[in-house]
């Protein structure tokens, strides 16, 4: 899962989504790039309550990204 593309399309279909409530993409070496355009998909109202990207190549543009989705959506209650 690490081509821009096939995150894109993940994300798509979280913004839609309304039955997964916990996403694991632990040990996939995400970088800032996937992270923000996971992050952007989760700023909308979505049944996503957890994500877990441990084990992830994420910087400091990832993290910002992910504190913005937190203090927007407040549905996202964890983050590992």
Same mark, same amino acid.
């Given at each position: 899962?690490?081509? *821009? @593309?096939?995150?894109?399309?993940?994300? *798509?279909?979280?913004?839609?989504? +309304? +039955?997964? +409530?916990? $996403?694991? $993409? /632990?040990?996939?070496?995400?970088? @800032?790039?996937?992270?923000?355009?996971?992050?952007?998909?989760?700023? *909308?109202?979505?049944?996503?309550?957890?994500?877990?990207?441990?084990?992830?190549?994420?910087?400091?543009?990832?993290?910002? /990204?992910?504190?913005?989705?937190?203090?927007?959506?407040?549905? $996202? +209650?964890?983050?590992?």
């Amino acid at each position: 899962l690490k081509t *821009h @593309d096939n995150v894109r399309k993940l994300a *798509h279909a979280l913004s839609h989504n +309304t +039955t997964v +409530t916990t $996403l694991s $993409l /632990s040990c996939n070496r995400l970088d @800032d790039a996937c992270v923000t355009i996971i992050a952007e998909s989760l700023c *909308h109202r979505t049944s996503l309550r957890e994500i877990k990207l441990s084990c992830s190549d994420i910087g400091v543009n990832g993290v910002r /990204s992910l504190c913005e989705v937190i203090t927007r959506n407040t549905d $996202l +209650t964890g983050l590992d």
